[in-house]
């Protein structure tokens, strides 16, 4: 990825930042792609007066590859994740999930990340084998990493095998399993049998939990453990999803958009399908996908903007009223800036100075009906085809082919 140059300074100016637990209006200094706790004479100032600086947003649970792969079709809820599974297998003689995974699998992860990117989310628990592609240098996202995981107790086909990968795991590293994701007897029975195993503690995270109890839920908070809460997902597969209260409140639940395959678009698009009727306010849903995301996953440097984090920010306008609903229920294309390593990677174009005085090149794209400029490097034909809502400005292409030829524009 392009970034400042270590001795090179950046100050956001006149914005507040806006964290779960407060507002603050003060300069934010950025140096080698961190929060700084000195504003530098030298340094390149963007002017956000009437902006709001939220961390960038975690997702606590994707599975990058296939985002690009059409869904099953509308069907009757399943009782389980695995009647889901089994009902999918037909699904993928469809021609068009067939072209779909003909797409080289690299390909498939970047744009994973790119669609989280494009809303506000710097960082990705992406909940599959690793792949040789998520190492880029270039990767638009920073990704959970040095963890342990295995896929689901009933599957035990696909996946590092459970017992053995929970051993593995350092017990200061966050372990992650689909669990309970289901309204039947099955579901509800697999916390417990998750314990006998002795994979139940304080490093757990659980994705999805729709089948745990109340007496689940309180073994779960007693073991520190945490639940990942997938809303969307949950609702289109099963037709009901936890209740998030008593783990947000005991600081274990973070958000997580899933995949395209049965979830919502995004991050922002999961934020806003709640904001009005989960009985969370704002700056709670906020710290499910910031603070408390970053404390479960064991990221240190993510989700706040205190000195020493990591400069990944999401810039928006000041709506008015309750600040974190300047972010939280918005649509992507009203994100101003998506900032990683302190350089801006997605933004409006007039941040076009930003992007030089980063040394970033970009190019001017479409996203969703409005003009944004996106970094150079994320901008591969290939890539962008796999979004929608996502396109070249018109005449770009033939900008650049003409460059390449040497002819005049």
């Known amino acids: ?38 504003v530098a004479t030298s340094a390149y100032r963007v002017d956000l007066r009437d902006h709001l600086v939220f961390p960038g947003l975690i997702n606590a649970h994707d599975h990058l590859q296939v985002n690009a792969v059409p869904p099953l079709p509308a069907h009757a809820t399943f009782p389980n994740s695995y009647a889901w599974i089994e ?56 990704l959970l990493r040095d963890h342990g995981w295995s896929y689901a107790l ?34 509800a029975a697999e916390l417990a049998q998750l314990d006998q195993l002795g994979c139940l503690a304080g490093n757990s995270v659980l994705i999805h939990g729709v089948g745990l109890s109340e007496q689940d839920i309180d073994r779960v908070i ?38 395209r395959l049965s979830g919502a678009r995004d991050l922002l698009e999961e934020l806003a399908g709640v904001v009005d009727d989960c009985d969370l306010d704002s700056a709670q849903l906020l710290a499910l996908a910031t603070t408390h995301a970053a404390r479960i996953l064991r990221m240190p440097a993510r989700g706040h903007l205190l000195p020493g984090a990591t400069a990944d920010l999401v810039v928006v306008k000041d709506l008015g009223g309750d600040p974190v609903r300047s972010l939280v229920g918005i649509e992507r294309s009203r994100i101003r800036a998506v900032v990683r390593n302190g350089v801006p990677r997605i933004a409006d174009p007039d941040f076009a100075d930003w992007f030089a005085a980063a040394g970033v090149d970009a190019v001017p794209v479409m996203l969703d009906g409005q003009p944004k400029l996106l970094a150079k490097s994320l ?22 082919l003409a460059t390449a030829s040497g002819s005049c524009p």
């Open 87 to 142: 009902a999918f297998q037909a699904h993928f003689q469809h021609p068009e999930v067939v072209a779909a995974l003909q797409t080289p699998k690299a390909l498939r992860m970047r744009h994973g990340a790119l669609k989280n990117l494009l809303a506000g989310t710097t960082c990705v628990a992406h909940h599959d084998p690793w792949h040789p592609a998520l190492d880029a240098n270039d990767f638009p996202i920073a």
């Open 222 to 259: 007693a073991q520190g453990a945490a639940v990942v809460w997938c809303p969307r997902s949950n609702l289109n597969l099963l037709g009901r999803t936890l209740d998030p209260r008593r783990l947000c409140a005991a600081g274990r639940l973070a958000l997580g958009s899933d995949s």
């Open 154 to 187: 009933g599957w035990s086909g696909y996946g590092p095998p459970v017992r053995e990968s929970f051993t593995a795991t350092p017990a200061d590293s966050p372990w992650l399993i689909h669990l309970a994701e289901g309204t039947d007897a099955m579901a």
């Open 1 to 38: 990825m392009e970034a400042l140059p270590a001795s090179t300074h950046t100050t956001l100016c006149h914005a507040a930042t806006v964290t779960p637990e407060s507002v603050t209006r003060a300069l934010l200094p950025i140096r080698a792609g961190r929060i700084d706790a000195a």
């Open 379 to 400: 901008a591969e034909p290939a890539l962008l085809a796999l979004e929608p809502g996502l396109a070249f400005a018109t005449g770009h292409i033939e900008r650049e």
